[in-house]
Structures are given as C-alpha cells and as structure tokens.
C-alpha cells in the first residue's frame, strides 16, 4: 500500500478556478502518492541531513517523474538571509517553493513569509515569472494544540484554515498556494483516534491490521461471487451497475471490500477516490470532489447529509446518499468518473 494523497490549492479555498499549474500539481500528488506506507517508520526516523529521508524521497520521485523540471534542494531565499525553501521546482518561466512537512510543530505562518519573500526577491529580478507555493504536509495527524488553537486538526485542515485568512489578503506576492496532504486511507474507527503514530505503523503490523478486513483486487474488480458473498443479502443491482460501469470506464481501476464496515473502495492507479458504504436501502457515498457541490447535488434532486469523518476533514464531499432504487444513477456515476479522472 501507498500513501492516500488529497489536494486542494489557495485559489479554490477561496472559491474560484485553481491557478496553480496542472502538470506540478499532478506530479507532486504522484510522488507522494508512490511512497509506499512500509517504508514511512524508516523514513520518518532518519535525520534531515540523511539523503534517503522522507524529504529526500519526494525530490527522487520528482526527479525520476520529470526529467525537463530543474530541482533545487535547500534552495536560499536570498545571499542576504540564511533561510531556505525545502525545495525549489523551476519549469519554463514558472517557479515554486515547495515546503514537505512530517511533524505535528510546523510553523506554516513562517513558511508563507519564506515563499513571499522568494516571490518579492525573483519577481524585482525577472518581472514575467510566475512564483507559486506548494506544500506536502500530514492530513492524519494532530498539529500541537498551541500552533492551531484546536485539539482535532491535522495539519492539512490547519493549512487549508490559514489558507482562508491568507486569501484576504491583497495583492498576495504568490500566484497559488498547493496544499496537499497525504497520510493512510482510514476506517471511521480509526480516525477517532487519529495520531502521528498511525503514520509509523510497521509493515508486518501493517499487514495484520488489514489481512482480516479488507479484500483487494490484484487488478480490476472483486471476483463477483466472492463480493456478494461477503454482501449476502444486499441489493446488488445498483453496486453492480456502478462498478461496472467504473471498469469500462478505467483500465487501471482497482476495487477493495472491507468487510466490517460493507465498505468497497475504488482507486485509478493512484490512491483512493471513492468509498460506497452497501446500506440495506440505500448506499452512502464519500467521494473525492469538492464538498462545496452539496448545494449543487441537492438541486438535482440528491440527497446529501455531509458526514464527519476523515473524508470530510480533508475536503472531500461525503455522505451522498443513494436509494437502490434511484432514478439518479447515472449522475451517481458522472460524479465517480470526475472523481477517478482528478
């Protein structure tokens, strides 16, 4: 298993079209979406100065991704200070400082004055630049009560809080700010507990956790009489509908099942993007879009009751629920296929 990734970026926290460019977004979810969970404990426990750090990863990810890109590690702000950006990405006439955080003590406020400060200094020198900041941070730990003033918030709901308040602010020297957190895809019984330590899990213990729970295919969907054994006694016209439809539509599709909770989850070569929760009458949906299209589904006639749970926290829609006999599959569908292509 590999790192859960979600993202989300200033621009579309404060309501409009991300301006942060498509392809850095894309490859910087992807080289923290190829960590594997069981390298995480060795990783984390390294020094900063130890090149095969988590840090350290993420750059040979993007190096390897992207070869045109030019990367720059510990990058300075300026020869006037002793401050430097985590990383530096320069693409064409496009720059950004990308800050990769692990802990619980970050100092986001100071890591935005770095980045605008970068942006004042290389915008004074090369006037067309576009500067953007990014950041890689936890979204299943709990930031140190006295940073975030809350007993609850991981990093990523933090960042994504601050970023709110940043986006009052005119003119912003930066373009766009990337959030993206990443951490394990969790059952609603373990975000209850939701600790840094969840994230150092050990691989064998790792493997235990999940053996007797949940089922996953090598590739493509469940076998279906192994998914309705498992389901007995469900309606399975629309889950199979659905699924379906999903592996037309997606080569690299991969269904899971956890057998506890009746849960399936879909991915597209990447992490997660949908969990169905198999209801007697009706299924329950988190899904990995915006949870601001509530207002919008319910419009159409869908029933959404937004859920608190780890989905919710990191931004996702959740609790869209779905009668088994719906007239609205096919917009069901549409909202899994916009899911799976992000």
């Given at each position: ?39 995480m ?28 890109i ?32 692990k ?12 980045m ?72 609603d ?11 150092k ?6 493997e ?7 089922v ?26 659905l ?27 990447g ?37 608190d ?26 909202l ?7």
């Amino acid at each position: 298993m590999n790192l859960s990734v979600c993202s989300t970026t200033l621009s579309e926290i404060a309501g409009e079209a991300s301006r942060f460019p498509g392809e850095l977004r894309a490859l910087i979810c992807d080289a923290a979406s190829a960590v594997s969970l069981a390298d995480m404990e060795a990783m984390l426990s390294r020094h900063e100065s130890d090149p095969d750090n988590f840090d350290g990863r993420i750059e040979q990810n993007l190096r390897s991704a992207n070869q045109a890109i030019e990367l720059k590690a510990n990058c300075p702000i300026s020869e006037r200070t002793r401050f430097n950006n985590d990383l530096v990405l320069e693409a064409n006439d496009t720059l950004v400082c990308l800050e990769i955080e692990k802990g619980q003590l970050s100092r986001f406020e100071f890591d935005l004055l770095k980045m605008q400060a970068f942006a004042s200094r290389h915008r004074y020198e090369q006037s067309r630049v576009k500067i953007f900041g990014a950041f890689l941070v936890p979204a299943d730990n709990i930031v140190a009560r006295h940073i975030s003033g809350n007993a609850r918030e991981s990093s990523y709901t933090y960042l994504c809080r601050l970023l709110r308040l940043v986006a009052q602010i005119y003119p912003f020297l930066l373009d766009d700010v990337l959030v993206v957190g990443y951490g394990m895809s969790m059952s609603d019984e373990q975000v209850a507990q939701r600790e840094f330590k969840v994230m150092k899990m050990t691989p064998l213990n790792a493997e235990k956790k999940n053996s007797g729970n949940v089922v996953i295919a090598d590739a493509g969907l469940l076998p279906d009489g192994l998914l309705w054994d498992l389901l007995k006694g469900y309606p399975q016209g629309l889950v199979n509908e659905l699924r379906k439809r999903l592996a037309e539509e997606f080569p690299r599709l991969r269904e899971k099942i956890n057998r506890n909770q009746r849960y399936l989850g879909y991915s597209n070569g990447g992490s997660d993007a949908m969990y169905v929760y198999v209801r007697k009458n009706y299924l329950v949906v988190d899904i990995r879009l915006s949870a601001e299209l509530v207002d919008d589904l319910r419009r159409v006639g869908l029933e959404v009751k937004p859920r608190d749970n780890f989905q919710a926290k990191i931004g996702w829609l959740t609790g869209l629920i779905v009668p088994h006999d719906t007239d609205k599959s096919d917009e069901v569908a549409k909202l899994a296929i916009e899911a799976l292509q992000g």
